[in-house]
């Protein structure tokens, strides 16, 4: 079935920093998408991607979807205390309503002030 | 605007009783996604309802089924649990545009 690697696993940083995390797949996606998580609570969305080159800004954060459609990076600029948390992406095969997402590991943040 | 909301937030079962969560999707989608989120690792997914009917479904096996209700109002039900069901189990709600939006889950523990 369809996999996603996401990488970095964990990532510890000082606070005021940029991190960059990406997401790999050996099948295509129409659509990518970033999401947050903390302890507890469902995952709350942050980024969506529909065009392959696509470049997406919100806030601090950047995300871009990969040329091949099979991969997609996110950028946070000048962390600050409150990005801890995992960061997970989701790839979604068709761009119609309700399909499925497939997702990463994650990747678990960690700044420190 | 609520967003997704799940029933309960927690719940301890024993292996081989059954359980049934419950959640109530954002307002204007009508399509509801249930997924498995074990410790440590990305969502899975379960299935999906549309329509009051199941229009895709993961890996799975038939212990997990579901229903969707005419308010789009849906349930997961387990049958015969299994300590491997311990899960965060998070329903989500979706947009045309396909952006999946999720309640706070559901955390169940199978002792």
């Known amino acids: 079935g369809q996999q996603l690697n996401q990488s970095p696993q964990s990532m510890f940083i000082q606070e005021g920093e940029d991190v960059s995390m990406n997401c790999t797949s050996s099948s295509i996606f129409n659509t990518w998408l970033w999401y947050k998580q903390d302890p507890g609570e469902g995952p709350v969305l942050l980024i969506a991607l529909y065009k392959a080159g696509e470049l997406t800004s919100n806030g601090r954060l950047t995300a871009q979807f990969g040329i091949t459609r099979k991969d997609s990076f996110l950028n946070i600029s000048a962390s600050i205390p409150s990005d801890v948390g995992i960061y997970f992406c989701?790839?979604?095969?068709?761009?119609?309503?309700?399909?499925?997402?497939?997702f990463g590991e994650g990747t678990q943040l960690t700044v420190n002030p | 605007d609520a967003g997704v909301t799940q029933s309960p937030t927690h719940l301890i079962k024993t292996r081989g009783q059954q359980v049934t969560l419950r959640c109530s999707p954002k307002?204007?989608?009508?399509?509801v996604s249930w997924y498995q989120q074990a410790l440590g690792q990305g969502p899975q997914f379960i299935f999906q309802y549309y329509e009051e009917e199941e229009r895709q479904r993961g890996n799975f096996p038939d212990r997990f089924s579901g229903h969707q209700f005419p308010n789009y109002s849906s349930e997961l039900n387990v049958n015969a649990l299994l300590l491997g069901d311990s899960a965060l189990y998070l329903c989500?709600?979706?947009?045309?545009?396909?952006?999946?939006?999720f309640g706070q889950g559901t955390r169940l523990t199978v002792v």
């Open positions: 989701a790839g979604q095969g068709l761009r119609t309503s309700g399909s499925r997402l497939t």
């Open positions: 307002s204007g989608h009508d399509t």
């Open positions: 989500a709600s979706t947009t045309g545009l396909g952006e999946a939006f």
